[in-house]
């Protein structure tokens, strides 16, 4: 994509609401070299469109070396993302025949160089389906653990992707495949494994296994997602449904996946504030391990919410989303900090924005 197209990209992502993005490249160093991923990140922040803007860009992209990590760093990245498909060595370099990704080794360590680059925020996963899941799972575990052991802070997020259909991809043919039933069971011992990170599923899942296991410990959903190439700004676009990743499961609108959240007794948030304000890491994590990262996170997700209520959402979504925020209000332990939030919602209404604790 040209930097004109990233830009409509973003322009459409911000129409619907989104706070943050996820940039996925594939493993092509001559067309997707460092320079571009870097100059296409500074597109993504530049962007100020209506009332939107883009506040973090976490980053997919293929392993790489401390010197670019440093570069990512740099230019202001927020989650680096990286899944490793399978912690079985074997069966990895089958699945990798040749390329880049071949080296079993390079991509397992790829997190360590990026911590050793300056990037303390780091997103781990498996595709899980590509070997026997007990294994990928374990495998999971411990790459978590050996983040803590070696960097005193483990991993920022952990995805939970599975194999699922696509245009040459029947999961039905991979004996690996794991049922919701087990799939449900992955997330919810995965949570009580590492109850500090965030846990992300995605719209590949379906809106049913996305209800079933949101109270499983799922933290970060996705919403109105597309896996094509181009595929906000060129919604209607035929052609671009043949560059998906994947089929996308859950096709719902993300007014309608906030709308959902609400009346499952949850509350949207499209906080980036930890982030922005360098809690980061093991500054992020501290705040975590101690139980007192809801004290930041309520006030700023009900502060980003009201943005999203006076901005995108529908009259429907909207009437709920106030009715949510007066009665979340009183959750907050500390006056000075409802007090304060109060106030901030009251200049939300009068047109400022950005308001973070």
């Known amino acids: ?9 973003v322009i459409a992502l911000q129409d619907m609401g989104h706070k943050r993005l996820a940039l996925e490249t594939g493993e092509d160093p001559v067309n997707n070299p460092i320079e571009y991923i870097l100059e296409s990140i500074k597109t993504i922040y530049s962007v100020h469109h209506k009332a939107g ?6 980053v997919n ?6 010197e670019n990590y440093k570069k990512l760093k740099d230019v202001g990245i927020g989650t680096y993302i990286l899944f490793q498909e399978t912690y079985h060595r074997k069966n990895y370099e089958a699945l990798h025949p040749t390329g880049p990704k071949h080296d079993y080794a390079y991509h397992t360590e790829a997190m360590d160089r990026a ?6 925020d780091v997103g781990c996963g498996v595709l899980f389906g590509l070997n026997n899941y007990e294994y990928d799972f374990v495998g999971l575990l411990m790459h978590a653990e050996h983040l803590e052991a070696r960097f005193g802070v483990g991993p920022h997020t952990i995805s939970v992707p599975r194999i699922r259909p696509a245009d040459d991809i029947d999961p039905e043919t991979f004996e690996n495949s794991i049922s919701d039933d087990i799939f449900k069971k992955i997330v919810a011992c ?9 846990m992300i599923i995605s719209t590949r899942e379906s809106i049913e296994t996305r209800a079933k296991v949101i109270d499983f410990g799922i933290s970060q959903i996705s919403g109105g997602s597309k896996t094509s190439v181009g595929g906000y700004a060129t919604e209607e676009v035929a052609a671009a449904a043949d560059t998906e990743q994947f089929f996308t499961s859950d096709q719902r609108t993300l007014d309608e ?4 959240l609400m009346d499952t007794a949850h509350i949207p948030s499209f906080c980036t504030a930890c982030y922005r304000a360098g809690r980061t890491g093991d500054r992020f994590m501290s705040l975590v391990k101690a139980g007192q990262i809801g004290n930041i996170c309520q006030p700023n997700a009900l502060m980003t919410l009201k943005e999203y209520l006076m901005d995108y959402a529908s009259p429907e979504t909207r009437k709920k989303g106030e009715a949510l925020i007066e009665k979340e209000i009183e959750n907050i332990s500390r006056d000075d900090i409802k007090e ?16 973070r604790l």
């Open 53 to 58: 803007d883009i506040r973090r860009v976490n």
């Open 61 to 66: 992209i293929a392993a790489t070396s401390i």
């Open 190 to 198: 995965i949570r009580v494994s590492v109850p500090y990170t965030g």
């Open 1 to 9: 994509m040209t930097q004109e197209e990233i830009k409509n990209e």
């Open 257 to 260: 996946v906030v709308s959902w």
């Open 115 to 120: 911590q050793l680059g300056g990037i303390d």
């Open 340 to 355: 304060l939030v109060r106030a901030n919602l009251k200049k939300i209404e009068e047109g400022e924005r950005d308001f």
